[in-house]
């Protein structure tokens, strides 16, 4: 008979956690893990992934707070980042997968990283080991994923059934990440049963247990894809009302802001937030993706969604680009500050403000423009990302370190992309740097009034810019 190796018999409370996949949301949730007195193992599927923070801390993406949270636990060795999982799964009791879920031909999310972590999990792991999933995922996916580690199992030498699945979904917005695991959100744990190992770890990140929420898989999983459904329709819901203020000639700004008033601020946006040069980014995209998983009525409802904010897209371009070619061949220079469409984070990937500053740039395709580069770019985070995007015009850009290099001698400013503190730009000196007066705020998140006051005028979305201020291009000392 077989004996149970020694790490099986260890406590679940004085086995470490493990995170498997250093995402964002995966570094943040080890850090705060750790940061909660918990022994903490975190590794990628990717070696090289791992080894990028190994070697550099060289994070994923932004999260406002995270280089610090990890740099600390790591520095208290209370968070080790290991080259491969295999240690996680041999020495772990609760393990979080945070890994990605691209999509699959038919345009649906892929389980295939998930699946591939969980069959080596019920094949190395001790008995009673959690694997909680920590990502958006279709309907039945945990279901599923528990039928796979229960197959894999059958394959173990000792005949345990290791690994119990259960669901742990990310509802916390970018930007907020570490706030909210800290303390301010909620932990849904869609579970069929009570684990030692899971109520361990929980015992530990809400005392008080007021947090947690247990509910069954599929609930759980309901509560991701309506809660990512929720981010889509506000970012969409959002577009419309810039349109409709465009044709009311009303600040689209004000309208939201009045809607929110009217609607007792239970609405998931604000003032200011999730509006922009078009909904977008590598979030919307997966949100739809999911989303579409529950489509059975036609025509589809996301589709339409999808259509209509493909067509918001095309009216920015087609308000946007003839004021920036008309700056551009009176010999004025183009101020562009900002992409990302989540503040605080470095995210370009499938975001509408790359394509619009890719639509500006196409005379320029393979070939540098004559005389001077039309455009100053400044990103707070997220520009090696903007030069590998921006490959093919990049000979049109001046990558820019701060603000004010970007828009020295800018006959206009384009803002298509938020961060912390970007009000701040509003001074006397931004006035006497710019060879023009106009700023274009595709987000609205700027003070009109302030700017007034400088002698700069702040055009918003879809607002007339047939006066657009001073041309040309003059030389500032």
Known sequence: MKTKP???TQHPDQAPVGVIGLTVTGLAWAAVQAEKGLEVLASDADEDTAAGIQE???????????EEAVRKQIEGQRLTVLSQPRMIYRRCRFITLCCMTPRSEDNQPSLRFCESLVRQAAF?????????????????????????????????DDGLKA???????ELYDDGHMLRAMRGDGPLVVGTDARYSALESVLSKLDETGRRILFCTPEEAEAAAVSDAGQVAFAQILANYFQDIAAHCGADSGKVAEILLKADQMRRRFSAHGYRSAGSGGRRLAEEMANLSAFETDSPSMVKAMETANAAHYEKVKAWLLPVVQKQIAAGGRIAVLGLSNAPGTDDLRETPAVELIKA??????????EGFKPFALYLPWGMDQAK???????????????????TKNAAMVLILGTWPGMGR?????????????LIIDTTGSLDKKKAAGLGLRAAVLFETLEDSGKMGYTEKA
């Open 124 to 156: 190395q792991c001790p008995e009673d080991t959690v694997i909680a999933v920590k990502t958006v995922l279709p309907p039945g996916s945990i279901r599923h994923l528990q039928q796979l580690a229960d197959e894999a199992a059958k394959d173990r």
């Open 6 to 8: 020694e790490t099986l």
């Open 360 to 369: 500006m740039a196409a005379p320029y395709e393979d070939q540098a423009p």
């Open 163 to 169: 690994v119990h699945v259960t669901a742990l979904p």
């Open 388 to 406: 590998w995007r921006l490959f093919r015009t990049r000979d049109a850009f001046e990558f820019c370190t701060s603000v004010a290099d970007a």
């Open 56 to 66: 550099e801390l060289l994070l994923p993406g932004v999260e406002p707070g995270l």
């Open 425 to 437: 730009m509003l001074t006397p000196a931004l006035a006497k740097r710019m060879a023009g007066n």
